[in-house]
Nanobody, 122 residues
Framework: VQLQASGGGLVQAGGSLRLSCAAS????????VGWFRQAPGKEREFVAA????????EYADFAKGRFTISRDNSKNLAYLQMNSLRPEDTNVYYC????????????????WGQGTQVTVSS
């Protein structure tokens, strides 16, 4: 499956953005989807993930209460709604997919899209 993330941009602190992850080349509903982020010189970190049916979700502590992950399998799309953005949320955000949950929803992703830059100004 191929993934394409979009929706990043420049926003002021306190603002919102919705990232999209478009999938192609596979049966999207077979894959669990995760969002990750990475700043230059830092480790990539988990943001949020959603089970293939959309029934289960997980969030990093910093994302709880501010970010919401969702998906629309009929459109082969996953989303990350980000509210109350902070300057420290400035990162490149990536979507990823995998077919199993052997390693849980936070790790073990095989398919990765290109990132989309999110910049939050203070």
């Amino acid at each position: 499956v191929q993934l394409q993330a979009s929706g990043g941009g420049l926003v002021q602190a306190g603002g919102s953005l919705r990232l999209s992850c478009a999938a192609s080349g596979g049966t999207f509903s077979r894959y669990h989807v995760g969002w990750f982020r990475q700043a230059p010189g830092k480790e990539r970190e988990f943001v949020a993930a959603i089970f293939r049916t959309g029934g289960n979700t997980e969030y990093a502590d910093f994302a709880k209460g501010r970010f919401t992950i969702s998906r629309d399998n009929s459109k082969n799309l996953a989303y990350l709604q980000m509210n109350s953005l902070r300057p420290e949320d400035t990162n490149v955000y990536y979507c990823a997919a995998k077919a199993d949950v052997v390693t849980g929803l936070r790790t073990g992703y095989f398919y990765w899209g290109q990132g989309t830059q999110v910049t939050v100004s203070s």
